[in-house]
């Protein structure tokens, strides 16, 4: 079944450390998307990339950082900049960024700082 | 800017209830609209999508509606069951100069109680 893979599930996070969560679609989407929810508030876009080997900052991106060098994959890192990090983190994928097209998600990765 | 608002925030109702949750939105320029529902601690899962040309789409008990002109879109469930309590959350896709952007709300959190 195609879909949207993201791992860990839960993943802990020590002050001052760098951690990296993955998203793997394998629905030969073009855009991928990196979306942040809190407790009380919508979703807030990350970052996004609409072909490998390009990304654009979204609403909320400092802290984090991305690659796209595969169409499969889309790993954010969120590193020790983000202030914040704790959150729920979901990865969406689009067959197209410049059409009309719905978007699928992945299951999310909880981050905790400890 | 697109903003997207949702209400209720919160809706309780006995089984078998029909029920509508609302969803609008301030930029009536849009490409589609997508209603999600979100399980505790779990992922999106795509109900509708209706495209900006349509008026309704219906899956099962489940129907949505779109008008542009006004800036809303309603949820209509029908015949309420238990399975159905999880928040409700509408987006809408714009297109930017960076390609299409998805604007959520904050959701409904719905719960049907026997």
């Known amino acids: 079944d195609g879909g949207i893979t993201q791992s860990p599930k839960y993943l802990f996070r020590k002050e001052g450390q760098n951690v990296t969560l993955s998203c793997e679609q394998n629905?030969?989407?073009?855009?991928m998307y990196w979306y942040r929810q809190d407790p009380g508030q919508g979703l807030r876009l990350i970052y996004y990339s609409q072909i490998v080997n390009d990304f654009q900052k979204g609403d909320i991106a400092e802290g984090y950082s991305v690659s796209r060098e595969k169409k499969e994959s889309f790993p954010l890192t969120v590193t020790s900049a983000q202030k914040n990090p704790t959150a729920f983190y979901l990865c969406a994928s689009s067959l197209s960024g410049q059409g009309n097209y719905g978007y699928t998600f992945g299951s999310g990765t909880r981050l905790t700082v400890v | 800017k697109q903003e997207v608002t949702q209400i209720p925030a919160a809706l309780s109702v006995p089984e078998g209830e029909n029920l509508v949750l609302n969803c609008s939105f301030t930029d009536s320029a849009i490409y589609n609209l997508q209603w999600f529902r979100q399980d505790p601690g779990k992922g999106l899962t795509s109900l509708l999508l209706i495209q900006s040309s349509q008026r309704e789409q219906t899956s099962g008990r489940l129907n949505a509606s779109l008008d542009k002109s006004s800036g809303r879109s309603t949820l209509y469930i029908a015949a309420s069951q238990p399975g159905d309590s999880a928040t409700y959350l509408c987006a809408a896709t714009i297109l930017t100069g960076g390609g299409n952007k998805l604007t959520f709300g904050t959701g409904t959190q719905l719960k049907v109680e026997l």
């Open positions: 629905l030969n989407h073009d855009a």
